[in-house]
Each structure stands twice: as structure tokens, then as C-alpha cells.
């Protein structure tokens, strides 16, 4: 299969060397390459994971090309949601991975209102034969995992505003007291706080509740393009 990347570091680089493992053809640009191409390579199975924007996901989206399978990573945006910005919608399933991205894992995969039946078998087939666990989910921006660590990581943002703790010592406490792989200002370096804050700004454009609404703090970070230290 000839499977096309787009979107930003830390997922495309793993994605795209766990595709050529599994044997397909594969071809990995940036976002910004992309939205700039005159010409799109063909493909058969065209992967979204553009996190950082709702509005570069569904730029990205719209030039996806008419006949492959879509794969986007359902972060910043349901499945259902995304699928409203491809044509033919019907061939749209979502998926949720975080950084780091194991070679052999758990891959979520969310079905979209309007994805059809061959669709979602075509996915699941595709993701399995690449040795990971297809764990179905309920769709949703953040899916799982982003929606649990992410929450985490802004929760972290709030108690450094607040000055309950340093970035070292909130790490330490997390890791050390929950027996957690990262720490919430280490995990947050992993993914990309603009990942982070896209993640928390589509669970609260989705459910509108208070415990989504993103940290000033974070947001800040954001802007300035500085982790928190």
C-alpha cells in the first residue's frame, strides 16, 4: 500500500517508520509542505496527524484525496467532526496514539457517524497487521488517552500558576507517587504543549464544562513557544 503522513513532529516520524516496517510504501511530509504541494503523490491510505490546530486539521482534511482509506488521529477533533471536513466522509475512522509511540502498542480507533462498514473493517485490518491492538473507543475529541494524560498535564499547568510546586517537584511527585512513566511537564515535552492545549480547547468546544477549559498558564507557554521550568 502507498500510505501518506501529514502533519507535525512527535507523531509523524514514528508513524511513518512503523508503516514502512509493516511493508507499505511510504511518503511523510509536514503540514505546512503539504497545504503548499501543487501535487499530491496518489495513495492508498492517507493518515492525518495534524494536532495542533483545528483549523490546519481540517485544511489538511480538505485536500485529502478522493478514493483512500483516511486515518486521522482523532485529537483535536471527534472523528465525526473531522469527517465533516473530507468528501465522501464515509471513508473516515479516527485513531489515538501519544508520544511515545511504541512500535508494538494499543491503537484507539473511534467510528464516525458517517463511516461505513467496509471502512472500518479496512481500518482495523490495517492497523493489526501492523502488530498493534486495535482497542475500540467511543469517538470524542482526545479519544482516551489524550484525553486523560492531557487533562493531567493542564492540571499540572494550574498547580504551577497556583505555586503548589515546582516543575521538578510536581514531576517528581507524579512519578514518584503514581508510579507514572512521565512526569506531567516531561509528558507534555513529549507530545508538544501546542498538541496539549489543542487537545484541551476540542474536549471543551465538545462538552462546554469547566474541568476542560485550558490553564492561562498553558495557554501562555504556548504563545511564547517556552516549556515551563
Same mark, same amino acid.
Given at each position: 500500500?502507498?500510505? $501518506?503522513?501529514?502533519?507535525?513532529?512527535?507523531?509523524?516520524?514514528?508513524?511513518?517508520?512503523?508503516?514502512?516496517?509493516?511493508?507499505?510504501?511510504?511518503?511523510?511530509?509536514? @503540514?505546512?509542505?503539504?497545504?503548499?504541494?501543487?501535487?499530491?503523490?496518489?495513495?492508498?491510505?492517507?493518515?492525518?496527524?495534524?494536532?495542533?490546530?483545528?483549523?490546519?486539521?481540517?485544511?489538511?482534511?480538505?485536500?485529502?484525496?478522493?478514493?483512500?482509506?483516511?486515518?486521522?488521529?482523532?485529537?483535536?477533533?471527534?472523528? @465525526?467532526?473531522?469527517?465533516?471536513?473530507?468528501?465522501?466522509?464515509?471513508?473516515?475512522?479516527?485513531?489515538?496514539?501519544?508520544?511515545?509511540?511504541?512500535?508494538?502498542?494499543?491503537?484507539?480507533?473511534?467510528?464516525? $457517524?458517517? @463511516?461505513?462498514?467496509?471502512?472500518?473493517?479496512?481500518?482495523? @485490518?490495517?492497523?493489526?497487521?501492523?502488530?498493534?491492538?486495535?482497542?475500540?473507543?467511543?469517538?470524542?475529541?482526545?479519544?482516551?488517552?489524550?484525553?486523560?494524560?492531557?487533562?493531567?498535564?493542564?492540571?499540572?499547568?494550574?498547580?504551577?500558576?497556583?505555586?503548589?510546586?515546582?516543575?521538578?517537584?510536581?514531576? $517528581?511527585?507524579?512519578?514518584?507517587?503514581?508510579?507514572?512513566?512521565?512526569?506531567?511537564?516531561?509528558?507534555?515535552?513529549?507530545?508538544?504543549?501546542?498538541?496539549?492545549?489543542?487537545?484541551?480547547?476540542?474536549?471543551?468546544?465538545?462538552?462546554?464544562?469547566?474541568?476542560?477549559?485550558?490553564?492561562?498558564?498553558?495557554?501562555?507557554?504556548?504563545?511564547?513557544?517556552?516549556?515551563?521550568?
Amino acid at each position: 500500500m502507498n500510505v $501518506l503522513v501529514v502533519g507535525t513532529p512527535p507523531f509523524t516520524t514514528p508513524l511513518a517508520e512503523m508503516f514502512r516496517h509493516g511493508g507499505h510504501a511510504v511518503a511523510s511530509v509536514s @503540514t505546512a509542505e503539504f497545504l503548499a504541494a501543487q501535487n499530491i503523490a496518489a495513495h492508498d491510505i492517507f493518515v492525518d496527524v495534524e494536532n495542533t490546530s483545528r483549523a490546519k486539521k481540517r485544511a489538511v482534511l480538505e485536500r485529502a484525496s478522493a478514493d483512500a482509506l483516511v486515518l486521522t488521529c482523532a485529537l483535536a477533533a471527534s472523528t @465525526t467532526i473531522a469527517a465533516s471536513w473530507v468528501p465522501h466522509s464515509e471513508r473516515v475512522v479516527g485513531f489515538g496514539v501519544l508520544p511515545p509511540i511504541p512500535a508494538q502498542g494499543a491503537i484507539e480507533l473511534a467510528r464516525g $457517524l458517517q @463511516t461505513a462498514d467496509a471502512t472500518w473493517e479496512r481500518a482495523q @485490518t490495517f492497523w493489526r497487521a501492523l502488530n498493534q491492538n486495535a482497542v475500540v473507543v467511543a469517538d470524542s475529541a482526545g479519544l482516551v488517552r489524550a484525553r486523560i494524560v492531557c487533562s493531567i498535564i493542564n492540571e499540572a499547568f494550574s498547580a504551577l500558576q497556583e505555586q503548589v510546586g515546582s516543575v521538578r517537584d510536581i514531576d $517528581l511527585a507524579m512519578k514518584l507517587g503514581t508510579n507514572y512513566p512521565h512526569g506531567p511537564f516531561e509528558w507534555g515535552a513529549l507530545i508538544g504543549l501546542d498538541t496539549v492545549l489543542s487537545v484541551m480547547e476540542g474536549l471543551q468546544n465538545d462538552y462546554g464544562e469547566e474541568r476542560y477549559r485550558p490553564s492561562p498558564l498553558l495557554k501562555r507557554h504556548v504563545a511564547a513557544g517556552i516549556a515551563p521550568r
